[in-house]
């Protein structure tokens, strides 16, 4: 039980905060007619942060923090999807106004990976935070506080999107949802700039 109860309640500490990652989940669900629109940005996110969980538990990750070459390639490629992203988000019309202006699906998992995988913090979460709190486990243990975590993701996530298709209902005019998505971009265009900021620190 207590290794459930510490998954649940570390991913949800972690997961919790405002950040590009939640904030696109949730602006995807406000912007198409139904919840379904938005699966992409789901599924991605959730496979991600999966992906993300298990190579911090299994120990893989650390090897980013021992190569500051690898760390400095992610860094950049993910700067230039934020700055891309932001640019679209800024663009983006909910799918009530203009429904060809909103994201396709191809897009959605691009900037989802992008967020997800690029992301420092994303990635000093899982890599400093899970990874280590899955050393006190061992075996079955293990798998529990993994599978928790994983799990807190995954439904996360899709209350995300839930709730921003409550919101994008209620908006009938889509006068909230443009607002939303110029907030979304800066969002996104701030964590861009807290990465130029470690590519910097990595180069000099």
Do not use: C
Not at 14 to 35: C, D, M, R, S, W
Not at 74 to 79: K, L, N, T, V
Not at 96 to 122: D, R
């Amino acid at each position: 039980m207590q290794p459930i109860l510490h998954g649940f309640l570390l991913a949800l500490g972690l997961i919790l905060p405002l950040g590009a990652q939640n904030v696109f989940v949730f602006n995807q669900g406000a912007n198409h007619k139904k919840l379904t629109g938005a699966l992409p940005v789901i599924i991605t996110a959730g496979l991600a942060d999966t992906f993300l969980i298990l190579m911090a538990v299994l120990g893989v990750s650390l090897i980013l923090i021992s190569l500051p070459a690898l760390q400095l390639v992610i860094y950049i490629i993910g700067f230039v999807f934020l700055i891309y992203m932001a640019w679209s988000l800024w663009h983006e019309k909910p799918t009530h106004l203009e429904e060809q202006q909103s994201m396709s699906g191809k897009k959605q998992v691009g900037f989802a990976l992008s967020v997800s995988l690029f992301n420092p913090h994303a990635l000093i979460d899982t890599i400093g935070v899970i990874g280590t709190s899955a050393t006190v486990y061992d075996g079955g243990d293990k798998v529990l506080f993994t599978a928790s975590t994983i799990i807190v993701s995954w439904l996360w996530f899709i209350l995300l999107a839930i709730i921003g298709r409550v919101v994008g209902n209620i908006d009938k005019t889509g006068k909230y949802i443009l607002i939303l998505n110029k907030f979304s971009s800066i969002i996104v265009l701030i964590v861009s700039l807290i990465i130029a900021k470690n590519i910097i620190e990595l180069i000099f």
